[in-house]
């Protein structure tokens, strides 16, 4: 399909699932966000007791919740319908890179390391349509079975139990064809990013996104990626105020490498920067 500036407006609507007042419908028990602090501890073991069990038999409880315009902007809430929860601020960022990568003839290719139902990918792969590029390949990293647990209590919530955050590559793959998206430059890269990343030949990259939330996640993609990406390429960081393990894993990679960069703030949680060179790192956007 051509993907104009207007349906690339539309269709960031529509894989945030903007498009619906239901996406706001929170899954009780899902353990996301959706959590409140001031549910009894016994309410909550409840509700994900039931959550698990209706799970076998194909059913899930909701609690039914206002659409909030503002949360979905800023990714702050957890959209049962649709394919991805990073908001329209940080669809926006993706699209604002990818456009001066392009612009700027930036080589290499894109990737992101922990991607839910692949929404954020797909939106890379629409806008890579849009400009008429067929040359670069949206690799997807993923286990695509769930969050591993947090190394300690310090890196944040364990949501490695969480069956909403477990979405198989196959569902991923149906969703990219769902749009006509799919072809030989989408490709995944299955497993835990410590078994993966490192040897997986992604070439150069223009765009490194992370979002896998967690300390030993988020630092083992930098070990491994980053310098794979092309000076003028970006890096995204999705999870760097939200999750204190990511934060962590970010600030020592910086000081372990003596990166001059500041960051730069998407929204509330994600930040991003660009590498202007191999040798020294500095703040653009």
Sequence with gaps: MPWSPQSLELFKKVISGAVYDESAWEPIGAMGRGDRSDVPPWKRFLARWLHRVLGTRRWTLVRQCDYNPAAREMGEDWPILGYTMIGHRRLDNIRECLETIH????????????????????????????????????FLADSFAGLPPPVNAADGA??????????????????????????????????????????????????????????????????????????????????????????????????????????????????????????GHTLSS
């Design 158 to 279: 364990d949501l490695s139990g969480n069956p909403y955050l477990a979405v198989s590559s196959e569902q991923v793959r149906l969703n990219f064809e769902r749009f006509d998206l799919w072809d030989e430059r989408v490709k995944f890269i299955k497993g835990w990013f410590k078994d993966t990343l490192a040897t997986t030949p992604t070439g150069p990259l223009a765009l490194l996104r992370l979002d896998g939330d967690l300390y030993e996640s988020t630092r083992v993609t930098l070990e491994a990626l980053y310098d794979r990406v092309s000076p003028g390429g970006y890096i995204i960081v999705d999870d760097y105020h939200s999750w204190p393990g990511c934060r962590r894993a970010v600030n020592e990679f910086i000081e372990a490498r003596s990166l001059e960069i500041s960051l730069i703030d998407i929204d509330a949680n994600a930040v991003y920067w660009r590498k202007i060179s191999d040798s």
């Design 103 to 138: 612009r700027e003839n930036v080589p290499g290719n894109l990737i992101e390391t922990g991607v839910w139902k692949g929404g954020a990918c797909m939106y890379m792969k629409a806008i890579l349509s849009s400009q008429g590029d067929t040359r670069r390949t949206v």
